[in-house]
C-alpha cells in the first residue's frame, strides 16, 4: 500500500516561492513506470494537474505553469518536492501529490492510483 503525505506552509506571501513536499512511504520513486505528481485544486473550481517527475527523473510541466514551477526529488528520502515561483492570491488552492502508473509506458493507459490527503495553501500578504 502506497501512502503519500504532503508538507510546507499553510501561509505564502504573494511573490514568494511555495516549496511542497511529498513523503511517499510503501513504493520507490525509481519504480518502473510510476510517476510522481503535483495536483492543486483552487477554492470552487476543478482539480489541476501541475507536473510530475517520472521514475527516471524526467519531469513534465503544464504549460501554463511551466514557467513557474519546478519538481525535483530527492531518492534517499523517498521525497519529490514541489517549487511554484512568484505566487499570487490565485495559487492559493489545496495541493495534492498522487502517484501515476504508466503500465508498459503506454501513455494511453496511465491511471493515478494513490493519493496524499492534500494540504491547504493560502497565498496572502
Known amino acids: 500500500q502506497v501512502q503519500l503525505r504532503e508538507s510546507g506552509p499553510g501561509l505564502v506571501k504573494p511573490s514568494q516561492t511555495l516549496i511542497l513536499t511529498c513523503t511517499v512511504s510503501?513504493?520507490?520513486?525509481?519504480?518502473?513506470?510510476?510517476?510522481w505528481n503535483w495536483i492543486r485544486q483552487p477554492p470552487g473550481k476543478g482539480l489541476e494537474w501541475m507536473g510530475a517527475i517520472a521514475y527516471s527523473g524526467g519531469t513534465y510541466y503544464s504549460p501554463s505553469l511551466k514557467s513557474r514551477t519546478s519538481i525535483s526529488r530527492d531518492t534517499s528520502s523517498n521525497q519529490f518536492t514541489l517549487q511554484l515561483n512568484s505566487v499570487t492570491p490565485e495559487d492559493t488552492a489545496v495541493y495534492y501529490c498522487?502517484?501515476?502508473?504508466?503500465?508498459?509506458?503506454?501513455?494511453?493507459?496511465?491511471?493515478?492510483?494513490?493519493w496524499g490527503q492534500g494540504t491547504q495553501v493560502t497565498v496572502s500578504s
Open positions: 498522487a502517484k501515476a502508473e504508466t503500465p508498459f509506458g503506454v501513455v494511453t493507459a496511465r491511471y493515478f492510483d494513490y
Open positions: 510503501g513504493g520507490s520513486l525509481t519504480t518502473n513506470y510510476y510517476d
